[in-house]
């Protein structure tokens, strides 16, 4: 201490205390909003800053007071920006696992807002004056679409694989095709959730092939499940056979072995409808018998995150009475957003336009190259000199490693630097407010148009 200066000294004692700086009327706006304790917190912080500063002589004058309060509404700004940031997908993955996956319909958002903000009958049955069942709320719209004797509703999909595989076959066998023991992302690993629901894992067949004897050789006493997993994120070309469900359906039937199908994205309708690749329906698995069937709310679906079971009653009803059903039993919020989303399903007249998935899924080319002719001169006015621009084809993907070797064709907008590399012009985008997330291929950085809906998206702003 006393081998500081006498100037640094002279320097440190002109800052103010932070009781001298909570009295200033200038303060006065801050403490409308904010609690005292709060801001006096962020002024001793901002004072740590400015005598560090003088300590080290990175600050030689004395520091205004109002300069202070400046920095102290800064680092308040900059706390109030929630950590869970908005964002601006040009990534070219539709279902962004990173970026929260599905958007949610104007209907979903109304509800939850609804729901939140008033008492709702989620579990009371009027009619009868008790207790009800919060699956109800989606029972009948889930019925109706999937042609399914039963539902239930869980957090997401990965627990409703835990919860339907525990309680068909807690204690028992789950007979699994080597070529299904897949990882989804976040590590979600067949293996591991196998183990954790008390199921014994059997693996038959090999990575490429998988015959339906294969599974008849393996059924014992102990079988308890045949599952059957849609492998999502990857395929197997080439030399490969699996199982259809239809041969699984027919050699469960004969043993009476319920069958537990993993559907991951889960389409409510056919996709193909819209030209784009046709992934897995629900209804129609439902019809080729899979007595359990699951699937997530936020992928193809457009809804909320959560986990939809669907099957034959009798299995059904055994999940909803398993514990572990209420310990993943979704909120309030989730079941509003979902059951809008499903009555846009069954009801809207225009699904595309009301359902933000599938209109990102469905742009048209004639709309991203509208956009791109807009975000040109404006990229070009903001970034300043030394970039060139150039609007290509690329391939997009859905993303939630749903279809991942199907591309839907997409349009990008390339930007190039004569000295900067591709990361050094992602990391400006990126620190934009809100930060543009694009991608790099090549030597330049590309921002998708697919998920874009107006040119100003696209303009970083600081
Ligand atoms: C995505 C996926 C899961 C996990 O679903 P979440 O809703 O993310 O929990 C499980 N199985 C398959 C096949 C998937 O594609």
């Given amino acids: 201490m006393n081998k500081k200066p006498e100037a640094t000294k002279a320097l440190l004692r002109t800052l103010p205390s932070v009781e001298k700086v909570l009295t200033s009327s200038a303060l006065g706006p801050l403490l409308h909003r904010y609690n005292r304790s709060y801001v006096a917190e962020k002024i001793r912080s901002t004072l740590t800053d400015f005598r560090q500063k003088m300590l080290i002589g990175s600050c030689s004058t004395e520091i205004a007071e109002a300069t202070i309060i400046q920095k102290v509404e800064e680092a308040i700004a900059n706390e109030d920006r929630s950590s869970l940031r908005s964002a601006v997908n040009a990534t070219g993955t539709v279902l962004h696992t990173n970026l929260g996956r599905a958007l949610l319909a104007k209907a979903a958002v109304d509800e939850i807002v609804r729901v939140a903000t008033t008492p709702v009958t989620l579990e009371y049955d009027l009619a009868e004056a008790g207790r009800g069942d919060r699956d109800d709320i989606v029972e009948a719209d889930l019925l109706a679409l999937t042609g399914a004797e039963a539902v239930t509703v869980v957090n997401n999909n990965a627990a409703a694989v835990l919860l339907a595989l525990n309680t068909l076959a807690e204690g028992k066998e789950g007979i699994v095709s080597r070529g299904e023991l897949v990882e989804i992302g976040g590590s979600f690993r ?112 457009g809804g909320p995150q959560a986990g939809l079971i669907v099957g034959r009653k009798e299995f059904v009803e055994r999940i909803k009475k398993n514990p572990l059903k209420r310990v993943l039993r979704p909120g309030k919020l989730t079941m509003a957003a979902l059951s809008a989303t499903l009555r846009l399903y069954r009801r809207a007249p225009d699904l595309a336009a009301e359902l933000p998935t599938l209109r990102w899924l469905t742009r048209s080319r004639t709309e991203m190259d509208a956009i791109a002719t807009q975000a040109l001169p404006l990229l070009q006015a903001c970034l300043g000199e030394g970039y060139s621009f150039t609007v290509e084809d690329s391939p997009a993907q859905i993303g939630s490693g749903t279809l991942p070797e199907e591309e839907l064709p997409s349009r990008i907008i390339a930007i190039r630097h004569a000295q900067l590399s591709a990361e050094r012009i992602a990391a400006r985008f990126r620190a934009s407010d809100p930060p543009i997330l694009g991608r790099i291929h090549d030597g330049a950085f590309l921002l998708d148009l697919r998920g874009i809906f107006t040119s100003e998206e696209l303009i970083p702003k600081t």
Avoid: C, W
């Fill in 190 to 301: 067949i293996p591991d959730v196998m183990r954790k629901s008390g199921v014994l894992l059997r693996e038959v067949g090999t990575t490429n092939r998988t015959r339906i004897t294969d599974y008849a050789a393996a059924i014992t006493p102990q079988t308890g499940v045949l599952l059957k997993v849609h492998p999502s994120n990857y395929r197997i070309i080439g030399f490969s056979s699996a199982v259809e469900l239809r041969e699984l359906v027919e050699l469960g039937r004969a043993q009476q072995i319920p069958i537990i199908e993993d559907l991951g994205a889960g389409a409510l309708i056919d996709l193909s409808i819209y030209g784009l690749p046709k992934e897995p329906v629900v209804a129609e698995r439902v019809a080729t018998g899979a007595d359990v069937i699951t699937f997530s709310g936020d992928k193809l679906l």
